[in-house]
């Protein structure tokens, strides 16, 4: 279906503009019926009244055909390309979402050496305070999170990527999020409730909180309200798309040769600094929020994090006459490898790392 503008007609000589009239959509599986403006766009009108964000990997550029919806006449369109310009009934349908987070041991003992890295140790306001940390890994696909008091991790979560329907890919989201800044405020508001649902989720796994669920149902909201106050630092780790879209910066330097991240992503402080506009209210303004540094446009802060907890070995090697490598005095060559949706990997030299990335997935 094309889309309809509505346009000028003139009737004897007068100029007359037709108002937009409300349309009526009928969703029957979800027994609801709403009303929207002529010409809006059906995705749209799914997830601001349904609830139901439809899969769009392309980013709404209408070229994939997986947010394909039927209408009662038996027709099937995509919603991301359809106005709506009459009443219609809209058959959504159902696409069950399955994760699973894979969990392995963390060994704070990797980091202990790492003498030219900056740690992220405990600090004195959260030693023996019960002050907690949240990490955060913002995968293209997958979000995963983990609770922290110290070194001990108390519980981990994850969900899907809510940007995921506004493209598979960082291609598509920072095409996405460049067409307009309503568009990158909707990437960052999806991202942002993630992180704030992911947090609940977590903080549900608490002695303090299970306590207070099972004697006193009343006081689990100022328990809660508590346990945000005792969080300390906030760290997120993703690729450069996802940790400028966090930070509401606009995409579009990334989006055109020379392909650089914003000067912007560098320091974002606490979560009282005006930059975050109160996305952190529900935390103390002191709050420390680290973002790990990025390399460039397409190699993140995830391979960032990857180099600090697992730092390659200072094992050294040579050439021999047969060209092949023996262990000597000369530094080996050391390979680290993301397979994420968007693919990072780096290469240690005896001269120093070398990063790229290439699209790995979906």
């Not at 000589?13 to 037709?18: D, I, M, W």
């Not at 099937?76 to 987070?101: E, G, K, S």
Request: glycine residues 8%; aromatic residues 6%.
């Amino acid at each position: 279906m094309k889309r309809r503008f509505i346009s000028p007609r003139r009737i004897r000589g007068s100029l007359f503009y037709f108002i937009p009239q409300k349309m009526k959509i009928h969703f029957p599986n979800q027994s609801q019926t709403v009303e929207t403006a002529e010409n809006a766009r059906l995705s749209d009108i799914i997830r601001e009244h349904i609830g139901e964000v439809l899969p769009m990997p392309c980013g709404g550029g209408g070229t994939c055909g997986k947010c394909t919806v039927q209408l009662a006449s038996g027709e099937t369109v995509r919603a991301c390309r359809t106005y709506v310009d009459r009443d219609m009934t809209v058959i959504l349908p159902r696409i069950p979402i399955r994760h699973q987070l894979i969990q392995t041991r963390f060994s704070p003992e990797l980091l202990e050496n790492a003498d030219t890295w900056e740690r992220l140790h405990p600090d004195a306001d959260s030693q023996g305070s019960g002050g907690y940390s949240l990490a955060f890994d913002l995968g293209t696909t997958t979000l995963a999170a983990a609770l922290i008091q110290e070194k001990t991790i108390l519980a981990t979560v994850s969900r899907p990527n809510p940007q995921a329907p506004y493209g598979a890919d960082v291609i598509s989201r920072i095409q996405y999020g460049t067409r307009h800044p309503a568009q990158l405020a909707e990437l960052q508001s999806a991202l942002l409730k993630a992180v704030l649902e992911m947090t609940h989720e977590l903080f549900e796994t608490t002695p303090a909180l299970k306590l207070k669920r099972e004697e006193a149902p009343s006081s689990v909201a100022e328990t809660e309200k508590m346990l945000f106050a005792s969080v300390r630092r906030l760290v997120f780790a993703g690729n450069t798309t996802i940790e400028q879209t966090l930070a509401g910066i606009d995409l579009s330097s990334l989006a055109a040769f020379p392909f650089t991240p914003s000067e912007d992503l560098k320091s974002l402080g606490f979560a009282g600094d005006p930059c975050w506009n109160g996305m952190f209210s529900c935390f103390r303004p002191e709050t420390r929020i680290f973002l790990f540094p990025v390399m460039g446009a397409f190699v993140g802060g995830d391979i960032t994090a990857g180099l600090l907890a697992l730092r390659p070995e200072e094992t050294e090697y040579t050439e021999t006459s047969e060209k092949t490598l023996e262990k000597t005095d000369a530094k080996r060559c050391e390979i680290l490898l993301d397979l994420g949706t968007n693919g990072e990997i780096v290469l240690e030299t005896p001269s120093g790392r070398i990063a790229c990335a290439t699209a790995a997935g979906p």
